[in-house]
């Protein structure tokens, strides 16, 4: 049974980097699927940030493209996140999942990690 | 890319059926068959609940069900129980951007 665990600084200073690694337990990560990363806003809906393949390949939201990295470590079993210049915008909860994706079309998320709440404040 | 438009809460009563909508444009809902839907209690990740528009994973009651029209998708529930409380989302694939979009989400009050 697959499982998610995401872990990260809880506090961020505005206009550093903020660092999240997602954990995959009981699946490997070199199984075809893609890994996504998915925040959520104090009381806001959900933003896709984005995914990446065991093979290094990554999509991007484009509103974040420039600010955002996704790499992968396959020998740990785990995937991180980078997301530079935070402002008070970025604070909210940061989720992990397998993403299935063919043929380049991104799919459905599941399951998902229970996330990690990072603040952004000084 | 603006994200999917849905109501931001609906409600019934126990028994009843509810319907979702999820509106997009000729540029994801309306042209790929990749929605899917989230359920979300408070505290708690979301979870998939429907995908590839009206196929539900293994342990989702059939009570609930995904369709869609145009540029229009919906997740109707039957039969609503008081555990179906909860906070809905819908995706869709993004298209030419290779993006995921997801709606603002419906607030279920079974009352």
């Known amino acids: 049974q697959v499982q998610l665990q995401e872990s990260g600084p809880g506090l961020v200073r505005p206009s550093e980097t903020l660092s999240v690694t997602c954990s995959v337990a009981?699946?490997?990560?070199?199984?075809?699927?893609?890994w996504g990363w998915i925040r959520q806003s104090p009381g806001e809906g959900l933003q896709w940030i984005g995914s990446?393949?065991?093979?290094?390949?990554?999509y991007y939201n484009p509103s974040l493209r420039g600010r955002v990295s996704i790499s992968v470590d396959t020998s740990k079993n785990h995937f991180s996140l980078n997301l530079t210049s935070v402002t008070a915008a970025d604070t909210a909860v940061y989720y992990c999942?397998?993403?299935?994706?063919?043929?380049?079309?991104?799919?459905?998320?599941?399951?998902w990690g229970q996330g990690s709440r990072v603040t952004v404040s000084s | 890319q603006s994200g999917l438009t849905q109501p931001r809460s609906v409600s019934g009563s126990p028994g009843q059926s509810v319907t979702i909508s999820c509106s997009g444009t000729?540029?994801?809902?309306?042209?790929?068959?990749?929605v899917s839907w989230y359920q979300q209690y408070p505290g708690k990740a979301p979870t998939l609940i429907i995908y590839?528009?009206?196929t539900r994973p293994s342990g989702v009651p059939d009570r609930f069900s995904g369709s869609k029209s145009g540029n229009t998708a919906s997740l109707t529930i039957s039969g609503l129980q008081v555990d179906d409380e909860a906070d809905y989302f819908c995706?869709?694939?993004?298209?030419?951007?290779?993006?995921?979009?997801f709606g603002g989400g419906t607030n279920l009050a079974v009352l």
């Open positions: 000729g540029n994801d809902v309306g042209r790929y068959d990749y």
């Open positions: 999942a397998r993403h299935l994706a063919v043929r380049g079309i991104l799919q459905w998320l599941a399951p």
């Open positions: 590839d528009v009206n």
């Open positions: 990446i393949h065991q093979t290094g390949n990554t």
């Open positions: 009981g699946y490997s990560i070199n199984t075809g699927y893609y």
């Open positions: 995706s869709s694939y993004g298209g030419s951007h290779n993006s995921v979009l």
